[in-house]
């Protein structure tokens, strides 16, 4: 349970703020940039890809941490029952708007970062596997962690999209001077 391993460790929910923060600040800059360097190759699927891929990543940012909030609970003091219930209802979406926060998330997330690595590809700026690894690293995400639940998998697959973002954003900085 999210509530026992986060209390038991105070100092990941420290870095794990840390690092919501970093992802906060650049996440939605490299959705930009990634379609920015595809936008004169490939304006059309760039521009489909940065309306999907901007508002469904942004939709992400929306929902709280669960980590979070069980690091706020243990710190308040409240008891592990009514912790877990609170914790439950969040990751299980009982609220209808937090459901559809999320679904607008897995699905636009999802369907833009392919979108994006497709107009990387078809604008060829970066080098194509990049573009194709990016194709591949939101639907690899979805499998690893939903489909099979595998942590490894799903940090690779997220390193895939930063990768690709990353190429992206290295070559706006090479071509604009």
Request: net charge neutral; hydrophobic share 60%.
């Amino acid at each position: 349970m999210i509530f026992d391993g986060v209390t038991a460790s105070p100092g990941t929910a420290t870095i794990l703020g840390w690092m919501g923060l970093i992802v906060g600040l650049t996440l939605i800059p490299g959705v930009i940039a990634t379609g920015w360097a595809a936008l004169q190759g490939a304006p059309q699927l760039a521009t489909a890809a940065l309306l999907i891929a901007v508002p469904g990543w942004s939709a992400g940012l929306l929902f709280p941490s669960p980590e979070l909030m069980a690091a706020a609970l243990g710190t308040a003091g409240v008891d592990r029952a009514t912790s877990v219930t609170i914790l439950t209802s969040l990751v299980e979406f009982t609220s209808p708007g937090l459901g559809a926060t999320v679904l607008i998330f897995v699905v636009a997330h999802i369907g833009g970062t392919v979108l994006l690595g497709l107009a990387l590809y078809r604008a060829r700026v970066v080098p194509r596997l990049l573009a194709i690894l990016l194709v591949l690293a939101q639907p690899l995400h979805f499998v690893a962690f939903v489909v099979v639940q595998n942590t490894a998998l799903d940090v690779t697959a997220s390193w895939l999209t930063a990768l690709g973002f990353g190429a992206a954003g290295w070559t706006l900085i090479r071509h604009c001077r």
